[in-house]
């Protein structure tokens, strides 16, 4: 069945970047999501990828797909104390096309002064 | 920038009530969700509605669960007969043509079932 994986804590310094792993197992994804939780908060949608692909770059936060290895990260550069939160990787499933995401389980990342 | 809103942002109610949560998904969007998180766990999707009839459901979302967009504006979740196991974040999202368009998310609704 789908699934989506990710690995659940990520600290890093204020000004290093930021790299959360991803992994997904639906082949016929057609877009990958990175969304931001911040705490008692909704999901704030960051960025997306579509399937076909390789990178995509938005001002600080650049995606990288390897579709091969169903493998999806999220890369934050200068990181800043506002980045920590919940980030979590989401898939689009199935081909019948009903919008259905999947989600992974959430990278909590610290940023530490 | 238009937003998904969702009323009450908190629920409290006991188990076996119904509870009706509200959604107002952005205006020219075709494809409204329910997803729902359980504190600690993944987010998980309930149900997927498209033309006034759902699209997908989830095995979660048992006969106990209905949706309706009584009017152009706004997108409903019921729970007929809560449970404890019922207490979760529930959060609407819309998308605006295809189903696979970017999903927008509201802020959630926390329902707790005593």
Redesign the interface.
Same mark, same amino acid.
């Given at each position: 069945g789908e699934d989506v994986e990710q690995s659940l804590f990520l600290s890093v310094r204020e000004g290093d970047s930021s790299v959360i792993n991803c992994t997904y197992t639906d082949s016929s994804s #057609? /877009?990958l /999501?990175w /969304?931001k939780q911040e705490p008692g908060? $909704?999901?704030? +949608?960051l960025t /997306?990828i579509f399937s076909n692909m390789d990178m995509k770059q938005d001002q600080r936060l650049t995606v990288l797909l390897n579709k091969k290895d169903k493998h999806l990260s999220l890369r934050i550069a200068d990181t800043q104390t506002g980045d920590s939160a919940i980030y979590?990787c989401?898939e689009?499933y199935g081909s %019948?096309? #009903? %919008?259905? +995401?999947?989600? $992974?389980? $959430?990278t909590t990342l610290q940023v530490k002064p | 920038e238009p937003e998904v809103t969702q009323t009450p942002s908190h629920q409290v109610t006991q188990m076996g009530q119904e509870v009706i949560l509200r959604c107002v998904p952005i205006s020219n969007h075709l =494809?409204f =969700?329910w997803?729902r998180q359980i504190l600690g766990?993944?987010? !998980? *999707?309930l149900v997927?509605f498209y033309n006034n009839e759902i699209? !997908?459901k989830?095995e979660i979302f048992d006969d106990q669960f209905s949706v309706e967009r009584p009017d152009g504006s706004n997108f409903t979740l019921k729970i007929r007969s809560t449970k404890l196991e019922d207490s979760a974040m529930y *959060?609407c999202?819309s998308?605006e043509r295809?189903?696979?368009?970017?999903?927008? *998310? &509201?802020? &959630?609704t926390r329902l707790t079932v005593l």
């Open positions: #057609t /877009y /999501y /969304y908060a $909704g999901l704030q +949608l /997306y979590f989401a689009s %019948g096309n #009903t %919008g259905k +995401l999947i989600f $992974g389980q $959430g | =494809y =969700y997803y766990q993944k987010v !998980e *999707f997927s699209s !997908e989830s *959060f999202a998308s295809l189903s696979t368009d970017t999903q927008y *998310f &509201g802020p &959630g």
